[in-house]
DNA sequence: TTGAAAGCGCTAACAC
DNA sequence: GTGTTAGCGCTTTCAA
């Protein structure tokens, strides 16, 4: 395919021969030169004299030559792009995160290539077998619930790899997580502050890990307030609009009724949002994970806000480091999250 | 760095030596075939015998070989990867456009490649040169305001390219782009069948196309019904709250006031929202793009709706048929937009 | 059905 | 300062 050119497709001017693109030898025989020096131009290396870079710059001009990096990972294997495997770019949390590691490996002239694992342990772990096809020069993978045993050799061959916002199992490597425990053991204190002592807990499927972490930060400020805990106020399930509706009429129609809610993250909170749209008097809301408008609904709504630019930031530097030759230990980073009191936190509980 | 393996790092399991990894060569000695027909069995390619197929899979399953795909992509001259740079990936509209061009990068057997132009010609055009470097098969790329004439030699040679969102200058190739005017047109007119006639046009910055599009299909509203046009109703500036609330406040405060705004993107809408939080009785709205928790406002707010799904699927899959060989003339889609009506639209004047 | 040879475009290693 | 040689890992081409 590459030797016979493809075909001219119409409707261009001068597309008469589509022509090979330029290559480096070219370009040294045009410019009179060995390939190795035009190497070192392209690549900016010292030891060519003034004179034969402008030479060989021109040369370069004039045929528009770009170098083939295909050609040059194989001879280096470094691939100059580092590869991100999350959950879901199209959900806020990760495309923000996405974006962040995109500007730090652009930083480091890498470029960035993704997938997402939709929370499928087949489709992570071919995405990861593709990325080390092509010879990434790092790994930054959100791992999903099960194992990723499967990464260890490549870790143990020198393949850097970051896991972000939940650890992985089964594979050692540098981390980077929310500190979801105390993220939200401080937004249930901030309830348990405004008089609540039925406070329900709508949270994420089983088995996810930050989900099991904010449960435990919640129970843990139950336990530090001395209020019972009470396992009916605790849901974990995925978050169809239905089912949490169900939930929450529940909660707040029981003999003892939750006077204020806590939510797991964002897409709990936005079930939950609807779910209480059209119920009766609100009860109190913290939501775990900030959103875009949570400042404009009514009332506003507290949020336990995480920092995605902050972790994928983190994760691309220390991966970067790694990439570099970093051999220290590795690191787990705990990030913090930053309580936002908008209204919906703040109310107390209603008359019983 | 290939060579001289990388140095082993502390805290693995085993690291005693990293060792290279195994290549086709290798898996061909271990089996005792040539390399042809190593790269047959992994390539799927008919003519091997059962029994040397077997013996390459084992041996393929015990040396955990995978392929060099730049070695490949070297020989063939497809690196199975495309290229999508967009404004920004954390922006909802294009992370859900991602999204969609990734799902069908998959079903082809590719990769994605992103970067955020963040509206930066000289920031484009380098991600469109190292994305081509890459070798990538074809290029989905939103075009920033500007010329992408650097393009032209590239296309010219056969490389695929789709423009998403807004068209090209300077280079021709398919493209994928919003009805702008007619959204923007059934929007302002579901305005004026409330009995609107002063619809202020909250937009973006100047000279950004979606933007100059509908503002036509704003003006074709009024001139269809026929309401004098006003250029006081209407604002071009980029989003920041400070300057949009000014507006709002002077579009409502007016001698003949607003009585409705339409807003010309997501940015343009939230901005507004802000400023009308705190404001008196405020106007009817209608916002062009969707945007999440829409519903869940006081009122609801009533949006024209794009389909970034759509879209991304669409530019993809052209993609991959001209990658495919199709040659057909460059073609231009518009997709559709749908008005859902929530309640901000819905609105009568206030009794003047 | 299988294999040998050549080379994709570049750079590492070493001459000069 | 500059050039030569070899080869990264794969696939293409052609031969057996």
């Known amino acids: 395919m590459a030797q016979s050119p493809p075909p001219a497709r119409p409707g261009q001017e001068g597309a008469a021969t589509p022509r090979r693109?330029?290559?480096?030898?070219?370009?040294?025989?045009?410019?009179g030169?060995?390939?190795?020096?035009?190497?070192?131009?392209?690549?900016g290396e010292a030891g060519v004299g003034a004179a034969t870079t402008e030479r060989?710059?021109?040369?370069?001009?004039?045929?528009?030559?770009?170098?083939?990096?295909?050609?040059?990972?194989?001879?280096?294997?470094?691939?100059?792009?580092?590869?991100?495997?999350?959950?879901?770019v199209s959900e806020p949390f990760q495309s923000a995160l996405t974006?962040?590691?995109?500007?730090?490996?652009?930083?480091?002239?890498?470029?960035?290539?993704?997938?997402?694992?939709?929370?499928?342990?087949?489709?992570?772990?071919?995405?990861?077998?593709?990325?080390?096809?092509?010879?990434?020069?790092?790994?930054?993978?959100?791992?999903?619930?099960?194992s990723q045993a499967y990464l260890g050799a490549d870790i143990a061959a020198g393949t850097p790899v970051v896991f972000a916002d939940r650890p992985a199992v089964g594979a050692e490597?540098?981390?980077?997580?929310v500190d979801n425990v105390e993220g939200a053991r401080r937004g249930?204190?901030?309830?348990?502050?405004?008089?609540?002592?039925?406070?329900?807990?709508?949270?994420?499927?089983?088995?996810?890990?930050?989900?099991?972490?904010?449960?435990?930060?919640?129970?843990?400020?139950?336990?530090?307030?001395?209020?019972?805990?009470?396992?009916?106020?605790?849901?974990?399930?995925?978050?169809e609009s239905g089912a949490v509706r169900a939930t929450v009429e529940s909660m707040l129609s029981a003999p003892e009724p939750a006077t204020a809610l806590f939510t797991g993250n964002a897409l709990c909170t936005y079930a939950v949002l609807r779910a209480l749209r059209d119920a009766g008097p609100p009860p109190a809301l913290v939501a775990f994970d900030d959103f875009p408008l949570a400042e404009l609904l009514h009332p506003a709504v507290t949020v336990v806000a995480q920092d995605p630019v902050g972790m994928g930031r983190t994760a691309a530097e220390i991966l970067f480091r790694?990439?570099?030759g970093d051999t220290s230990a590795d690191q787990v980073v705990r990030l913090r999250t930053r309580l936002i009191p908008r209204g919906s936190g703040e109310r107390a509980p209603a008359e019983g």
Chains 1, 2 share one sequence.
């Open 21 to 31: 693109r330029p290559t480096l030898r070219d370009v040294a025989e045009a410019a």
């Open 188 to 239: 249930v204190r901030h309830l348990l502050e405004q008089g609540h002592r039925r406070i329900g807990f709508v949270g994420d499927a089983p088995h996810l890990y930050t989900q099991d972490e904010r449960v435990e930060g919640y129970r843990a400020a139950l336990r530090d307030a001395g209020v019972p805990e009470d396992d009916r106020l605790i849901s974990r399930q995925v978050p």
């Open 322 to 324: 790694r990439i570099a």
């Open 173 to 177: 490597a540098d981390t980077v997580l």
């Open 99 to 146: 974006r962040a590691v995109e500007e730090v490996a652009i930083r480091h002239e890498c470029m960035l290539l993704v997938a997402s694992s939709l929370h499928d342990r087949e489709r992570e772990r071919t995405s990861v077998q593709a990325l080390l096809a092509r010879q990434v020069d790092g790994l930054i993978v959100t791992p999903v619930a099960g």
């Open 33 to 43: 030169v060995a390939a190795k020096t035009v190497s070192r131009v392209v690549n």
């Open 56 to 88: 060989v710059r021109r040369v370069i001009a004039e045929l528009g030559y770009r170098p083939n990096s295909s050609a040059r990972t194989l001879r280096q294997g470094r691939a100059a792009t580092i590869g991100l495997v999350c959950d879901d």
